[in-house]
């Protein structure tokens, strides 16, 4: 039996430098006019909706201390305690919802100036672009390859 000859692969591993330093801190473009309205707008909002949630629990917990020794004394009266606890406990979970609603705003506000200040390098578009020349070369091979009938072993890529 002849011996064929074996296919080989190669494999190429580029090495990039990236040696940007500080610059990569300092941003190259300013943010756009949206996200400046966006975060004129939501700065205010989200300041507003963390005074709500801390009048909100400042109410609850001076609420919770007045109706304390109450509950002491008419303790045999179940439903206003009910009514009372269960008050607490709304006034509580509102207070939580406008903290977290004026916190995450405030984090979308300072998360869309950093994709702002932030472009993509340069170096990763390059890549790309130069992985799908190969591709497409690398497909025409084959289908001219097949197209003639010749073997496909070797496409001198």
Do not use: C
Not at 9 to 32: E, W
Not at 71 to 85: E, K, M, T, Y
């Amino acid at each position: 039996m002849a011996d064929l000859p074996q296919p080989h692969q190669v494999q190429v591993h580029p090495q990039h430098r990236y040696d940007a330093g500080i610059k990569t801190l300092l941003p190259q473009k300013g943010p756009s006019t949206s996200q400046i309205l966006a975060v004129i707008a939501l700065l205010p909002l989200a300041g507003f909706l963390l005074l709500i949630a801390g009048l909100a629990f400042a109410g609850s917990a001076l609420g919770l201390a007045v109706i304390t020794p109450l509950f002491v004394i008419f303790s045999p009266v179940l439903v206003p305690a009910a009514i009372a606890i269960a008050l607490a406990v709304v006034s509580f979970v509102t207070s939580g919802a406008f903290g977290v609603t004026g916190v995450s705003s405030l984090s979308f506000a300072v998360n869309s100036l950093r994709k702002a200040a932030a472009p993509l390098p340069g170096y990763l578009q390059s890549a790309m672009d130069k992985l799908g020349k190969k591709t497409k070369d690398l497909g025409h091979g084959i289908q001219s390859r097949a197209h003639e009938g010749g073997p496909i072993r070797k496409l001198g890529y």
